[in-house]
């Protein structure tokens, strides 16, 4: 795992501008699953030491191989001026970077910049590079409204090949939508597919023509529950130099808070966590479960020590696994988001391991969108991973940009070419603001 300071910090300045956007806090007991508490954890051990001889690894399935390198990347920030203290200045690497309030982050939708993604996606294929192909070339969008015309959360859709066999199953998001790759599903070959949506009393069901990639549906149901239920889980690489990040939490709180807090719909937020690290490590992965309570919520995170890591990938694929079964989702009618904060792949190399591949397609039965921000030491395997995970589930890919000497300013090295960039907060209040704008009319 390789050290970046100047960017852990800012990964977790976007942790906390969304997990601090509750109100109401209580004290409780952490044990109480109902309200918070760590699942995995029985909390008598402590976040760091020797994890002891390592026994078992894990076998390799495969070497990695990278058979044509990717095209060369922007370099690396390199360590910035001294100040007259001896100190390196902030918003440079090697210095502090949370102290600087002008982060700046870019964001890209390959959903909706469709045929981007598509020609990405092919020359990715030319470099070689070792990922887990999930065909989404074939991309089928199921929209689902009221009679009102406003977007339903929370619908169920099942999908049937032609023969009346189950294939995938997917819950509509805050826009209504829902995505179905046939290509990628248990019969790629079918002709036709039968869909069923419904949510409570009311049920749809209609043929889905391979020759149309855009299919309307109308529930005579309300468009979602008010206030509107807000799910947020964070998914933390804690790996390597966290620490002195993790304790900038609380400094950068309050402003944040308060724009999010300021958001005019006002949704029933709860907020949970899974960290992770890699086998060998004192522990792979702890996750804890949503809570109203803010207060209990940040008393926690502020507790998570990083160390460990060793190599570059980390066990993504576990955390990612805990992340989506380990918490109580609410699910019915709920925007429910996964950040994931980190800046490397996950490891493709154990035996008995989670694939994120499958661990997607479990968040998309649940209704989860995955959001991954990647910070500048995430390579291409990572990047066309992130990008996997948040196209499949409906997000966005989130990478902070950097000017002349690591400074923040608006370039990246990601293969991204039409990108909006805003100030990191920025970003993420409109981000929260963006999944509950479309649900507000209702209320």
């Given at each position: 795992m390789r050290t970046h300071l100047h960017t852990r910090g800012a990964l977790l300045i976007l942790t906390v501008a969304i997990l601090t956007g509750a109100c109401n806090p209580f004290t409780v007991k952490p044990a109480q699953k109902e309200i918070g508490g760590w699942l995995d954890w029985d909390e008598e051990s402590d976040w760091t030491g020797d994890a002891g001889p390592v026994t078992e690894l894990g076998a390799m399935k495969y070497e990695a191989e990278i058979l044509v390198e990717a095209p060369p990347s922007m370099p690396m920030p390199t360590a910035g001026p001294i100040d007259d203290m001896g100190r390196t200045e902030p918003g440079i690497a090697g210095g502090e970077i949370y102290q600087n309030p002008a982060l700046r982050a870019g964001s890209v939708d390959d959903n909706a910049e469709w045929d981007d993604y598509l020609l990405y996606r092919l020359r990715f294929a030319e470099w070689g590079i070792s990922i887990h192909n999930i065909d989404v070339s074939e991309r089928h969008i199921i929209r689902v409204t009221n009679g009102r015309y406003q977007p339903v959360l929370g619908a169920k859709v099942t999908i049937f090949d032609d023969a009346g066999h189950k294939l995938a199953m997917m819950r509509t998001y805050a826009d209504g939508r829902a995505l179905f790759f046939p290509l990628a599903s248990m019969n790629p070959g079918a002709q036709s597919y039968q869909i069923r949506v419904e949510k409570g009393s009311a049920e749809a069901t209609f043929p889905l023509d391979r020759n149309y990639r855009e299919h309307l549906v109308t529930l005579e149901v309300r468009s979602a529950s008010n206030p509107v239920r807000l799910d947020v889980h964070f998914l933390i690489d804690a790996t390597g130099s966290m620490s002195d990040e993790i304790q900038q939490l609380k400094e950068n709180m309050i402003a944040i808070s308060e724009r999010i807090h300021a958001l005019p719909s006002n949704p029933d937020m709860r907020f949970g966590m899974t960290i992770y690290r890699d086998r060998g490590d004192l522990f792979i992965s702890r996750t804890f479960d949503f809570t109203?309570?803010?207060?209990?919520?940040?008393?926690?995170?502020?507790?998570?020590?990083?160390?460990?890591?060793?190599?570059?990938?980390?066990?993504?694929?576990?955390?990612?696994?805990?992340?989506?079964?380990?918490?109580?989702?609410?699910?019915?009618?709920?925007?429910?988001?996964?950040?994931?904060?980190?800046?490397?792949?996950?490891?493709?190399?154990?035996?008995?391991?989670?694939?994120?591949?499958?661990?997607?397609?479990?968040?998309?039965?649940?209704?989860?969108?995955?959001?991954?921000?990647?910070?500048?030491?995430?390579?291409?395997?990572?990047?066309?991973?992130?990008?996997?995970?948040?196209?499949?589930?409906?997000?966005?890919f989130l990478f902070l940009t950097y000017g002349a000497n690591g400074a923040p300013g608006d370039d990246t090295s990601h293969h991204v070419g039409d990108y909006s960039v805003l100030s990191l907060d920025e970003l993420v209040v409109r981000l929260v603001e963006e999944e509950l704008t479309n649900l507000v009319s209702e209320q």
């Open positions: 109203p309570d803010i207060e209990l919520f940040t008393s926690e995170l502020v507790k998570v020590a990083a160390e460990g890591g060793g190599d570059y990938p980390e066990s993504l694929n576990e955390g990612l696994h805990n992340s989506i079964h380990l918490p109580e989702w609410r699910v019915e009618e709920t925007v429910s988001l996964i950040f994931l904060i980190a800046d490397a792949p996950p490891q493709l190399i154990y035996d008995n391991d989670y694939d994120y591949a499958e661990e997607v397609f479990e968040a998309v039965v649940r209704g989860i969108k995955i959001f991954p921000l990647a910070s500048s030491g995430l390579d291409d395997q990572g990047e066309y991973i992130f990008r996997q995970l948040a196209q499949i589930s409906s997000g966005k």
